[in-house]
């Protein structure tokens, strides 16, 4: 199970922080990613950790620079820092886990079996 966190509403320019807990096992093996759905555009890959620990993270163009994919062991929780948001940005945020992925299928949704329930980001210009 996974449980998204942190949204909210935010100035272009600022930062935001969002958290992924997941539960039910531990991160070891698990490919978890991070995705999101604009208003009346479908979801779109934004990052992915490929099997946690393997030190294998993928980035869409668009946030490549700004944002950030890491993870707490202890916790079991999984973040996302965004930095220099813009109002494009603004979306439902979704992370998703899976532990059959392969490599060239990291960024494909269908690829996901497990989703958490979206925490939305707005950005104001």
């Known amino acids: 199970q996974l449980q998204a966190s942190g949204g909210g509403l935010v100035q272009a320019g600022d930062s935001l922080s969002l958290s992924c807990a997941v539960s039910g096992r531990t991160l070891s093996g698990q490919t978890i990613a991070w995705f999101r759905q604009a208003p009346g555009k479908e979801r779109e890959f934004v990052a992915a950790?490929?099997?946690?620990?393997?030190?294998?993270?993928y980035y869409a163009d668009s946030v490549k620079g700004r944002f950030t994919i890491s993870g707490d062991n202890t916790k079991n929780t999984v973040y996302l820092r965004m930095n220099s948001l813009r109002p494009e940005d603004t979306a439902v945020y979704y992370c998703?886990?899976?532990?059959?992925?392969?490599?060239?299928?990291?960024?494909?949704?269908?690829?996901?079996?497990?989703w958490g329930q979206g925490t939305l980001v707005t950005v104001s210009s």
């Open positions: 998703a886990a899976d532990t059959s992925i392969i490599l060239s299928a990291v960024r494909e949704r269908r690829s996901y079996k497990y």
């Open positions: 950790s490929f099997r946690w620990n393997s030190g294998r993270t």
